[in-house]
């Protein structure tokens, strides 16, 4: 763990902590070139709470998912969480997007109107440009 990274991260449920207000351009689009990171982020911003749990995310994005009939429900919710742990939440907290404390399993997401029109702007192009929709 980084020096003060502790500290950061006992913020996250104190709500002292601040997510950076600026987030460089092309760390931007890279973090949102991904459909699992834009996902995260649509729901976060849905979401009432500001700090939201591991679990919760896990079960929001879960219930929205596209999943084959004969899959194990309980295998990829477990999978979902893994990804979200490992590597999903930490690359949205190394971009600045949010706080994710995987000690205690929350996030924190500030509302950010222009990553969120930007999020509308990628899924409106995804739909008009390609033959699959964004889920």
């Known amino acids: 763990m980084n020096p003060g990274e502790s ?3 006992e913020a996250i449920t104190g709500g002292t902590a601040e997510i950076p207000s600026r987030v460089p351009r092309d760390e931007l689009l890279d973090v949102l070139a991904d459909a699992n990171r834009r996902r995260v982020l649509a729901r976060l911003s849905a979401a009432s709470d500001e700090v939201v749990t591991l679990d ?3 079960e929001r994005l879960y219930e929205h998912a596209a999943r084959e009939p004969e899959t194990d429900p309980e295998r ?3 999978r979902l969480a893994i990804r979200l742990h490992h590597t999903i939440l930490p690359r949205l907290d190394e971009a ?6 995987p000690r205690r399993g929350r996030i924190r997401y500030a ?3 222009t990553v969120e029109s930007l999020l509308d702007e990628i899924e409106a192009l995804t739909d008009e440009l390609t033959d699959e929709p964004e889920k």
């Open 111 to 113: 509302d950010r109107p």
């Open 56 to 58: 919760a995310l896990c």
């Open 7 to 9: 500290d950061r991260r």
């Open 96 to 101: 600045g997007l949010l706080e994710y404390d």
């Open 76 to 78: 990829d919710r477990r």
